[in-house]
């Protein structure tokens, strides 16, 4: 007589229990490791990093050689990362790149170098882009670089400085940095 089930015998409860000790031991290394959380209500945002754009950007503003620009952040905005960073190619340079966390919690960069325009957009945004048009704000015009499914860029020659700001932040919290950074003087160096 076989001392196993022919294969026809076997059903979804002989594969409920044999998962049953597999599913006790998985729970019991996480337990252990404590890598995992219970969350009914879902996942919850922990803190913003704390980031001192305007050291950073003093920093920059001496280090690098070409007009940097503090601009005047909104209420709620929160400089959460910081950078530099070379562009490299034909038009590269250096840039100096901060984030912001908006009010309604999306990211925001900020990005300012002395690459040409043609080099920093695909260098952001780690592919080629094409404009789809340009906002006027204030006394400059920013080429607008989208498409579906990718974040959107917006780029302006401020002379001696290229500005870019991108992120997944809607088109208003674009505008609102773009002003800030229209209004104000670079740096002394």
Not at 32 to 39: H, K, P, Y
Not at 64 to 93: A, C, H, K, M, Y
Request: proline share 9%; net charge negative.
């Amino acid at each position: 007589m076989p001392d196993k089930k022919p294969r026809i015998l076997q059903n979804g409860q002989d594969m409920a229990w044999s998962l049953i000790p597999l599913v006790i031991a998985c729970l019991l290394i996480a337990v252990v490791a404590q890598s995992c959380s219970f969350s009914p209500g879902g996942p919850k945002q922990g803190p913003i990093p704390s980031f001192n754009a305007k050291e950073a950007l003093k920093y920059d503003s001496r280090e690098l050689g070409f007009p940097i620009r503090q601009p005047e952040i909104p209420e709620g905005w929160t400089p959460n990362s910081g950078s530099r960073s070379i562009v490299s190619g034909d038009g590269g340079g250096d840039s100096s790149n901060i984030g912001f966390i908006t009010k309604a919690g999306r990211y925001i960069q900020l990005t300012q170098s002395n690459a040409s325009e043609e080099a920093l957009v695909p260098f952001i945004a780690g592919e080629p882009r094409y404009a789809t048009g340009t906002e006027q704000i204030g006394d400059h015009t920013w080429d607008v670089f989208g498409g579906d499914g990718v974040e959107a860029i917006w780029a302006s020659d401020f002379g001696d400085t290229r500005i870019l700001i991108t992120g997944p932040a809607p088109a208003p919290d674009f505008t609102t940095l773009a002003t800030a950074v229209g209004a104000v003087e670079p740096m002394q160096r």
